[in-house]
């Protein structure tokens, strides 16, 4: 490492830490976090052999033997390291690297390899500095961070490109790691863990805390995407990460910039709720995510504040947005802020359920759904339900051959319900009263999970090859304590030929087999005859030429 980065490097290290420096370089900069930042112990690696003799004679110079050593070797974190690497030195050290330059003339050295995972485990380094000329990437790819708690690192995107770069970052963001104000460049970072940086884990920690933070501002998307530049930030600019939006261990909302200019101020005290869906399944899992501080929190509330996940639908707040936080128990306003502004008081829970592994919700936002969701409603409806898709357009996902066993489920003294066309008081009441649901699978599961009780009979029949059927089966468990059947009864699935995304895709039931499945699991009688197969002919002749099969690969 550089001078330059003696001060980065300073500016972390404390007393007692174990810094593991990878790069030594002339060995400055590990001399000065030794002999300034007082840490217990500095593990330098450096590979060029040339100029190990004279980082020696620096530490012995500044006395610095006892807290700091230099290895001539490589660092490497991937699992399948050789014993040696090639080395490539140049005339000026500052380029020599483990790749070999295009045009440069340079001399190869075979290296010792350390294992990352062996260090990691007997050091234990709590800082990491690194500056190994582009080996940084691959480096990260497979370090294991947990136990660090700062890292001082040189990017180099010659040697990998801007993309490379991008994905170093990346990895730093999801391992839980955010740049210090004020010590960072565009190719040097210095950065920190940051505990509410990482994906929300059912079992708690940032997930059920709750802070207040005065004079908050809260910034809109300005873009539609996946991921948004979007969220809080405290007066000064900081970003608040315990009030973003995480899916599947990604953040989906990520640091904005600060808004230019006099924002306008929203008086009063507001619970932050985050990201506002107008679609019923994200909406449920992800925008409600928050509304268990409703169960905690003491102080009085002036409304619920979201942010839109779409800025085209602006400031705009569903009947079911609104009707959600009453059957929570609340009154106030439901607001959607399509435009950057500052609250004067912001209560900030920590995100209580969502897709990924926090599918199965925390206890706190458990135990607030159990103690104030629908409590009012009472069950009125059928014993045995079917929930449909088959109402809904092809471009949402349904099943083909749908009609056909709604037919059959009929006869068994099934009620076909198609929650879409009702609102969600009269589907909570409907849920309530159902000793057996099935239901193709869909949002509609989500809402279920939340009310259906632990004998409940429910069986999902699924609709496509897809991971979103495991988080299903997770939720409903763990909100309603009982175990779904799943059946998988697909002669084959179609997708658009337009569009090939499996949310699109329509499978194709196997009646027989389905039937089948259904009568061992207790939800239908065997009949007299077999529910009839589907004709391919037909099947094609309903789906169109928009529809093509989709092709499974041979195992």
Not at 58 to 64: D, E, G, P, Q, V
Not at 369 to 386: C, E, H, W
Request: positive net charge.
């Amino acid at each position: 490492m550089r001078d330059r980065k003696s001060p980065s490097a300073l500016e972390v290290v404390q007393e007692g830490d174990h810094v593991l420096e990878l790069g030594a370089g002339l060995g400055i900069v590990g001399a000065v976090a030794a002999k300034n930042g007082k840490p217990a112990k500095v593990m330098s690696f450096e590979a060029n052999p040339n100029l190990i003799p004279h980082i020696n004679a620096l530490y012995k110079m500044n006395r610095l033997g006892k807290t700091i050593e230099v290895r001539n070797e490589v660092l490497i974190s991937a699992p399948d390291a050789p014993e040696t690497m090639p080395f490539h030195i140049r005339n000026s050290y500052l380029g020599s690297s483990l790749i070999e330059a295009e045009n440069r003339r340079t001399t190869r050295v075979d290296v010792n390899v350390a294992k990352y995972a062996d260090v990691h485990r007997d050091f234990k380094p709590t800082v990491l500095l690194m500056d190994i000329e582009g080996g940084e990437l691959d480096f990260l790819r497979h370090a294991n961070l947990d136990g660090v708690r700062a890292i001082v690192i040189e990017f180099h995107p010659n040697a990998y490109g801007k993309e490379g770069m991008r994905e170093c970052k990346s990895i730093l963001a999801r391992a839980g790691f955010s740049q210090v104000r004020g010590h960072c460049t565009r190719h040097i970072w210095t950065c920190t863990y940051d505990p509410t940086l990482q994906p929300p884990h059912p079992d708690g920690g940032w997930t059920e805390s709750i802070e207040t933070v005065k004079k908050a501002v809260v910034v809109p998307p300005l873009e539609t995407g996946f991921v948004q530049r979007a969220g809080l930030l405290d007066a000064d600019g900081n970003y608040l990460a315990n009030g973003a939006l995480w899916r599947n261990g990604r953040a989906l909302t990520v640091t904005p910039d600060m808004p230019e200019g006099k924002l306008p101020v929203r008086k009063g005290t507001w619970l932050w709720a985050g990201v506002l869906w107008m679609h019923f399944g994200h909406f449920l899992v992800e925008s409600t995510s928050r509304l268990w501080a409703l169960n905690q929190i003491k102080d009085k509330i002036d409304g619920i504040l979201y942010i839109p996940k779409r800025p085209r639908n602006g400031p705009e707040v569903l009947d079911m947005h609104k009707e959600f936080a009453q059957l929570m128990g609340s009154d106030v306003p439901v607001v959607c802020v399509d435009k950057p502004e500052q609250v004067e008081r912001l209560i900030i829970p920590g995100q209580g359920v969502g897709l990924g592994k926090i599918v199965s919700g925390t206890q706190a936002y458990r135990d607030a759904i159990s103690a104030r969701f629908a409590k009012d409603v009472k069950a009125d409806g059928p014993d045995r339900l079917y929930i449909s898709r088959s109402k809904l357009p092809a471009g949402r996902g349904t099943l083909v051959g749908e009609a056909e066993l709604e037919e059959n489920l009929i006869k068994q003294g099934y009620t076909i319900y198609h929650p879409q066309k009702h609102d969600l008081h009269s589907q909570i009441a409907t849920y309530k009263a159902a000793k057996q649901v099935l239901a193709a699978e869909g949002s509609a599961l989500h809402l279920l999970a939340m009310v259906a009780g632990p004998k409940t009979q429910i069986g999902i029949v699924v609709r496509r090859p897809s991971g979103a059927t495991n988080q299903l089966i997770r939720h409903v468990e763990s909100f309603s304590g009982t175990s779904p059947t799943v059946v998988t009864a697909l002669a084959r699935s179609w997708k658009p030929s337009q569009d090939a995304k499996p949310r699109m895709w329509m499978g194709e039931l196997d009646m027989p087999a389905l039937e089948k499945e259904l009568a061992a699991a207790g939800f239908v009688k065997p009949a007299k005859t077999t529910w009839k197969a589907l004709k391919t002919a037909e099947v094609k002749k309903r789906l169109g030429k928009n529809f093509v099969e989709v092709e499974v690969e041979p195992a």
